[in-house]
């Protein structure tokens, strides 16, 4: 399982980003796929995380109405828009994949069989 994220860049505190990434049409047919993310000197924690079997996106508190999880078969890719960014979301945000898992449970675990590389996101007030 490869996954391959980008789109991280930094911004002013209110602005915007959509991070994508990258998988096999295979991956995301069969995985749940998540954004998690980890800020420097805190655990990672689960951001978003989609089961199209489940039908169901869990976003953590501080995501529901800001961040959205989309996704584009025909590009095999997989999106995070991040709206009305605060400081406090700079972190690395990465891509992950679980198989046989529900949404919730990944993201709360902060859980994976694989990890993207990961792409800086960071906000300034």
């Known amino acids: 399982v490869q996954l391959v994220e980008s789109g991280g860049d930094s911004v002013q505190a209110g602005g915007s980003l959509r991070l994508s990434c990258r998988a096999s049409?295979?991956?995301?047919?069969?995985?749940?796929i998540g954004w998690f993310r980890q800020a420097p000197g805190k655990d990672r924690e689960g951001v978003s995380c989609?089961?199209?079997?489940?039908?169901?996106?869990y976003y953590a508190p501080y995501a529901e109405g800001r961040f959205t999880m989309s996704t584009d078969n025909a590009r095999n890719s997989v999106y995070l828009q991040m709206d009305n960014l605060r400081s406090e979301d700079t972190a690395v945000y990465y891509c992950?994949?679980?198989?046989?898992?529900?949404?919730?449970?990944?993201?709360?675990?902060?859980?994976?069989?694989?990890w993207g590389q990961g792409t800086q996101v960071t906000v300034s007030s």
């Open positions: 989609m089961n199209k079997i489940e039908g169901r996106t």
């Open positions: 992950a994949a679980e198989i046989a898992e529900t949404s919730e449970r990944m993201c709360v675990r902060a859980s994976a069989d694989a």
């Open positions: 049409e295979t991956t995301l047919k069969l995985y749940t």
